[in-house]
């Protein structure tokens, strides 16, 4: 196994580079030094985050010339909010930003959103660099250029296509990271071998024991290969106008799920977990999916702790804030649905009979 492994993202202009591996994170100032003629950055981080690698981080800056500035925020989904991006807009003032400076993004996937939103719109638009902190943020959120902002009707409503000019993608970080953390993580994971690559997915039913142990060889493979996809699905539709969509596998239920929960009830990967479950109960009533597949997938989502069970759940506001989504069209929810493990299809409508009509049929059968 390499240490380092290195994934392109091909965006003519706006290429860029995925660095994976264990300890990649000692490459920032480097690779920063090589990138940008401006010397002021700021690193966002939350608490959680910064009390493990910010320091590390910013003497790594300071060491390749830079003057270091840095902003900690609280964790959770709540700070991915207006109140918190004015903060950071006035952290890259207070640090006499330019437009030859960056941010950097030290953390999970709401920190990665938020500093990418910031950076997309600080002075009209200054590169930034990932460094995602979490699984789930290394294999899907860090990667692809979508930044948002939650508003209180529903997820992601606000935001910019902003690529970053670098992911380091350091799976060391990871043994900090917590279980709960660790298997919401896997659910973006398993859903790439959903949407894409079969193979992938029987990796995972096979290796169950080893990835939850944190294997470093089988984290290294997932990571990789979740972002060779992403990177691929990035490089045919950039702004989701097509294939990028099957990236919302899942995710219609799922935000639905976050907002009516109150963000931070369920962590992203648990809700769209769920949503995956339904999605697949979708495609059995209306693509002939075979059980099997569904039975398969919630399998996989059980022994990695992830609930599959949408039971207690009301039907009215969750449909409501479907209808909002901003995958919605004519204030009607679209669906990724699948034809079988590996094959996924471009979103389309579903009549809300059916949709209420598999939700009320439960998990199973």
């Known amino acids: 196994m390499k ?50 690698y910010l320091d590390a981080t910013v003497k790594n800056l300071e060491a390749a010339g830079f003057l270091v500035s840095s902003i900690v925020l609280p964790a959770g989904e709540a700070t991915k909010s ?23 993004a030290l953390g999970g996937g709401v920190i990665g959103d938020l500093a990418g939103f910031a950076a997309a719109t600080y002075l009209r638009g200054i590169p930034f660099v990932q460094v995602p902190t979490s699984l789930l943020a290394m294999v899907d959120s ?17 935001g910019a296509f902003h690529q970053p000019a670098l992911v380091l993608a350091d799976l060391s970080v990871l043994d900090t990271l917590p279980e709960r953390e660790f298997n919401a993580g896997m659910a973006e994971v398993i859903k790439y071998g959903i949407i ?23 984290l290294q493979e997932l990571v990789r290969r979740s972002c060779e996809i992403k990177a691929e699905v990035v490089r045919q539709d950039e702004r989701e106008g097509g294939v990028r969509a099957l990236l919302n596998y899942g995710h219609t ?37 075979d059980a099997d597949a569904t039975t398969r997938q919630a399998d996989l989502f059980r022994a990695f702790d992830l609930p599959i069970d949408w039971a207690g759940m009301v039907w009215e506001p969750l449909f409501e804030a479907m209808t909002v ?3 919605a069209e004519n204030a009607a929810p679209r669906f990724v649905l699948i034809e079988s493990i590996g094959k996924a299809l471009l979103p389309e409508g579903v009549a809300e009979p059916v949709l209420k009509e598999v939700f009320t049929g439960g998990t199973t059968p």
Request: charged letters at 25%; a positive charge; one cysteine or more.
């Open 3 to 52: 240490m380092f492994e290195r994934i392109q993202v091909d965006l003519g202009e706006r290429s860029y580079a995925i660095q994976v591996g264990g300890g990649v994170l000692s490459e920032l100032g480097r690779a920063c030094a090589d990138l940008f003629r401006g010397r002021r950055t700021l690193v966002v981080s939350d608490e959680n985050v910064a009390a493990h």
């Open 82 to 104: 207006v109140a918190y991006l004015a903060r950071v807009w006035e952290a890259a003032v207070a640090a006499k930003l330019d437009r030859k400076s960056f941010l950097v």
């Open 142 to 158: 860090a990667v692809g250029g979508k930044t948002g902002m939650n508003l209180p009707q529903g997820k992601n409503l606000v």
């Open 196 to 218: 894409w690559d079969v193979e992938m997915f029987e990796k995972i039913e096979v290796n169950v024991g080893a990835i939850r142990g944190r294997d470093r060889a089988q």
């Open 325 to 327: 989504d901003k995958k």
């Open 253 to 289: 239920l799922g935000h639905a799920i976050e907002n009516v929960g109150g963000y931070g009830e369920r962590l992203h990967g648990e809700a769209i977990a769920i949503g995956m479950v339904y999605a697949s109960r979708v495609s059995e009533r209306i693509k002939g999916l």
